[in-house]
């Protein structure tokens, strides 16, 4: 897709997201950043628990990138971290937390070599 239109990708990787208030939170472990939790710092809805300070935080950072690549196509601006494009040659995926926003080796933070190993034997 990024030979053909510009391409942003991240990686929502917030350590202690909020949960699903319908469904009870698993005691023994944490669950840490799940699919789609990123909504919750999105959009102001009923599905998660409220967020703190330092989510609110990041949930006004993550809603100022939307924002601006809706008004201009550009994620970065206006004293957002900066985000480069994805493109074949530059994979570039940034990285959104609390505690570091910013490039982040993707593979090598989600294990892909493991993975492909996998799925290749």
Known sequence: MARHTPVHAYDF??????????VPRPASF???TGHMVDL?????????????ATQTKLSDTVIGHWSRFAATG???????PGWK???????????LASDRA????????????????????
Do not use: C, I
């Not at 959009?43 to 409220?50: A, C, G, K, T, V």
């Not at 910013?102 to 294990?111: E, K, L, P, V, Y």
């Not at 892909?112 to 190993?117: L, S, V």
């Open 102 to 121: 910013g490039r982040t080796d993707f593979a090598a933070d989600h294990h892909h070599a493991f993975w492909t190993a996998l799925a290749t034997s």
């Open 40 to 52: 919750a710092y999105l959009f102001d809805n009923d599905l998660f628990e409220p967020l703190d």
């Open 85 to 95: 494009r994805f493109t074949t040659r530059d994979p570039y995926v940034q990285r």
């Open 30 to 32: 944490s669950l840490g």
């Open 13 to 22: 990787a917030e350590a202690e997201s909020p949960y699903f208030k319908s």
């Open 74 to 80: 550009q994620m970065a601006g206006h004293g957002l």
